[in-house]
């Protein structure tokens, strides 16, 4: 796999970092890249695909935390290959910087050319190991101090009751030397999902599927090897024996359909206990990545109905309902709806005290918006939806034109995205984390923390 230029851009189009391999693509690519990806209205969408050509070049760029993470190359090589390169270098980045926004790029732009130079030489990848760059890479970073991140993400950032989550795995650099000359004994697991599930116009499911991974990063000093234990019902692949051939899958519990491991853990006594064992490298990695279809209770029940109220009218109600315990809340959550081409205005109800809750009509591309955030940073205190609340909106829609087809047929499907802290779906739990170690003074942290998102939740009108 060959690039001809990678390039860092900023949500006003400023070029933060800009790396030119081969010079075979003209110089102004940047502005090319930015200036089409700003004002895309091609094939009827309002945003540019991760992949698109311009006289000759093709441009792949991923968005992480509002930057543009761009490579370009007038060769034919694989999409895929090059958007994970795009989404190892950020995060080889934030492993060193420990945090990534156009503040610590700029601050540490001597070292990000230094990466950029081992990690990639003369367009062609040599390595996105955190570990292994360790080796070659000798700049300190400037660590940017946590109180100085703004905007704070509000991913980032997990608050259930009075409780607030550490946060220190997300700020916290791999190389950089603590100021007080000591060593924080720390160690972070994720479990993340990303759930994709399909409503049919009553109501029913017509397709569910998780796509899960266990993220670790650890500051573990003297690299002791580490035991995960997973559930002890944990099976892999549905109906006979796995593609492991660890043992039947038959019977109920956690069922993954199918799943791969980081090259560093070992298998031994996955068998028998469901323990996995590993020595983890230095930065972020996935220790596990799983996909699951059994059926499983999904976190938001969604109803929709149009129906048409006098000679150019319509109305919409869409009304959701979360599934989960009353002690979780879910947050960030945004829900949209394509309307009829012929919508002209449209106008909302929301239910009495619906703080927090905005509405919108994006007529460029007739598309309606619903969201409920997080209402306040400083006092971390979420506006979400709790586990077991219901909300309804209602829409009145004004049409330019008499339809006299079907309208169910020109609206929809309704969309969703969240997402739910300390919460997951398919029930995977990681038991306990054992640091095989020993040593008296030796006391690390540990946490592990679950993550639910939405990756396609869809609802047919």
């Known amino acids: 796999m060959m690039i001809s230029q990678f390039f860092v851009l900023s949500q006003r189009g400023d070029n933060i970092v800009f790396r030119d391999y081969r010079?075979?693509?003209?110089?102004?690519?940047?502005?090319?890249?930015?200036?089409?990806?700003?004002?895309?209205?091609?094939?009827?969408?309002?945003?540019?695909?991760?992949?698109?050509?311009?006289d000759g070049v093709n441009y792949f760029h991923v968005k992480v935390v509002g930057l543009y993470f761009v490579a370009t190359t007038r060769v034919n090589v694989s999409p895929s290959l090059v958007l994970e390169l795009l989404q190892r270098i950020a995060r080889v980045i934030k492993d060193y910087l420990g945090v990534l926004n156009e503040d610590s790029f700029r601050k540490n732009f001597v070292l990000v050319?230094?990466?950029?130079?081992?990690?990639?030489?003369?367009?062609?990848?040599?390595?996105?190991?955190?570990?292994?760059?360790?080796?070659?890479?000798?700049?300190?970073?400037?660590?940017?101090?946590?109180a100085r991140l703004q905007p704070i993400d509000p991913a980032a950032i997990f608050t259930q009751g009075a409780k607030r989550m550490p946060g220190t795995a997300v700020t916290k650099s791999v190389v950089a030397n603590d100021p007080s000359g000591r060593r924080r004994e720390e160690?972070?697991?994720?479990?993340?999902?990303?759930?994709?599930?399909?409503?049919?116009?009553?109501?029913y499911i017509l397709t569910s599927e998780i796509d899960g991974?266990?993220?670790?990063?650890?500051?573990?000093?003297?690299?002791?090897?580490?035991?995960?234990?997973?559930?002890?019902?944990l099976n892999i692949g549905r109906g006979g024996r796995s593609v492991y051939d660890y043992r039947s899958s038959s019977g109920s519990g956690v069922i993954l359909d199918?799943?791969?491991?980081?090259?560093?853990?070992?298998?031994?006594?996955?068998?028998?206990?469901?323990?996995?064992?590993?020595?983890?490298?230095?930065?972020?990695?996935?220790?596990?990545?799983?996909?699951?279809?059994?059926?499983?209770?999904?976190?938001?029940?969604?109803?929709?109905?149009?129906?048409?109220?006098?000679?150019?009218?319509?109305?919409v109600i869409i009304k959701i309902r979360a599934e989960f315990p009353s002690d979780i809340i879910a947050n960030t959550i945004t829900v949209q709806m394509p309307l009829p081409n012929f919508t002209s205005r449209a106008s909302f109800e929301l239910e009495p005290g619906a703080a927090g809750q905005k509405t919108d009509f994006?007529?460029?591309?007739?598309?309606?918006?619903?969201?409920?955030?997080?209402?306040?940073?400083?006092?971390?205190?979420?506006?979400?939806?709790?586990g077991?609340?219901?909300?309804?909106?209602?829409?009145?829609?004004?049409?330019?034109?008499?339809?006299?087809?079907?309208?169910?047929?020109?609206?929809?499907?309704?969309?969703?995205?969240?997402?739910?802290?300390?919460?997951?779906?398919?029930?995977?739990?990681?038991?306990?984390?054992?640091?095989?170690?020993?040593?008296?003074?030796?006391?690390?942290?540990?946490?592990?923390?679950?993550?639910?998102?939405?990756?396609?939740?869809?609802?047919?009108i």
């Not at 502005?31 to 091609?42: I, L, M, N, P, Y």
């Not at 160690?187 to 116009?201: A, G, L, M, N």
């Not at 300390?422 to 993550?451: G, H």
Request: a negative charge; one cysteine or more.
């Open 23 to 54: 010079a075979e693509v003209p110089k102004g690519s940047t502005e090319t890249f930015f200036r089409k990806v700003k004002f895309w209205k091609e094939d009827g969408n309002a945003e540019a695909p991760p992949i698109f050509n311009v």
């Open 113 to 146: 050319y230094e990466l950029l130079d081992e990690v990639i030489d003369f367009g062609y990848v040599q390595t996105t190991s955190t570990e292994v760059l360790k080796s070659y890479v000798f700049n300190e970073p400037i660590v940017i101090a946590p």
């Open 187 to 203: 160690i972070f697991v994720d479990i993340i999902e990303k759930i994709s599930v399909t409503f049919s116009s009553s109501g």
């Open 213 to 233: 991974t266990i993220q670790m990063k650890s500051y573990l000093s003297g690299n002791p090897e580490i035991r995960i234990a997973l559930n002890e019902d």
């Open 258 to 315: 199918d799943c791969n491991f980081h090259e560093s853990v070992r298998l031994d006594s996955f068998d028998s206990d469901r323990t996995l064992s590993l020595v983890p490298p230095d930065g972020e990695f996935p220790v596990m990545n799983y996909r699951m279809t059994q059926e499983f209770k999904p976190p938001f029940h969604v109803n929709t109905l149009i129906e048409e109220a006098g000679r150019l009218k319509a109305e």
């Open 362 to 386: 994006k007529e460029s591309n007739k598309m309606l918006e619903w969201s409920l955030k997080k209402a306040s940073v400083e006092s971390f205190a979420y506006l979400g939806i709790v």
């Open 388 to 460: 077991g609340a219901e909300h309804t909106l209602r829409a009145k829609l004004t049409f330019s034109q008499e339809f006299h087809g079907n309208i169910t047929k020109e609206a929809g499907p309704v969309s969703m995205t969240f997402t739910i802290p300390m919460y997951n779906v398919s029930k995977l739990q990681v038991k306990y984390l054992q640091i095989a170690k020993k040593s008296s003074s030796y006391n690390p942290y540990r946490w592990v923390r679950y993550v639910t998102q939405a990756n396609s939740y869809v609802a047919r």
